[in-house]
């Protein structure tokens, strides 16, 4: 296969693309052209962003965050290898799906609305739906971030890690992976390659999620690749360590 020499990181719910900044500059200096778009409505300093909220968050739903994607992919020279983390691992999913991505990477990723979520995840992201309560947009609090994000983060470094990236999330986004049939994915569809990379320690998307979804995959001919990190939470591109993980996906990457 042709390689790209673009890649796109695509950020998850609760982040914003500040997230991925020592992603972007790690892969620009092994000679990369970095792309890190912020989904409609998150763009700006999560810190600000949790103080006044971007006029377009609430407005924001999964279809957004997957054409706004598209839109960038249509303005680069060739296809991209796609990553994409959390939520985003769903929309990377639906890109190679679309035939948008040279090759995807799906890390601790968001099941499609045609597969069923473990328990442990429903419990965890059940406020981001909004179902219950009258506020217009989910913001976690520091305690929440601490058991679904931050779990395996020394306790003295979760109130810094906080600081830096949690944003305030649309409803709409969650309400889209759950209720809309754009959030489908075919499974027996021909793709390019795909690779599914979970966090043993993630108490958002168990690594027994992971796994399922890379199961799923029905075409033989197209390839579909599974890495499980032992140790690592849902915070899995941020926390210390991060470079083993960026590293293996290069490779994996640079391999096909």
Known sequence: MTKSKSIILIHG????????????DY??????????????????????????????????????????????????PEKPLIIGHSMAGMAAMKLLELNKAV???SIDGAPPKNVFPPFATLKSVIPAFGFFTSKK?????RDWYDKCFFNTL???????????????????????????????????????????????????????LTTTLARKYKDRNSRVDLKIFQGKSHFICGEPGWEAVADYILDWYEKL
């Open 13 to 24: 719910n609760f982040v914003n693309q500040i997230s991925w900044k020592n992603w972007k």
């Open 27 to 76: 892969y620009e200096q092994k000679g990369y052209t970095v792309y890190t778009p912020a989904n409609p409505g998150h763009d700006g300093i999560p810190s600000e962003l949790r103080k006044q909220v971007h006029p377009d968050l609430t407005k924001t739903g999964f279809i957004d965050v997957v054409n706004n994607c598209i839109k960038l992919i249509e303005t680069l």
């Open 103 to 105: 090759a995807a990477v």
């Open 137 to 141: 947009y989910f913001m976690g609090s």
């Open 154 to 208: 020394p306790e003295r470094d979760r109130a810094s890690a906080f600081d830096s990236i949690a944003v305030p999330e649309s409803y709409k986004v969650s309400r889209e992976l759950v209720l809309n049939s754009f959030s489908n994915i075919d499974f027996s569809k021909p793709h390019n390659p795909i690779l599914f990379i979970g966090g043993e320690s993630d108490a958002i998307f168990p690594s027994s």
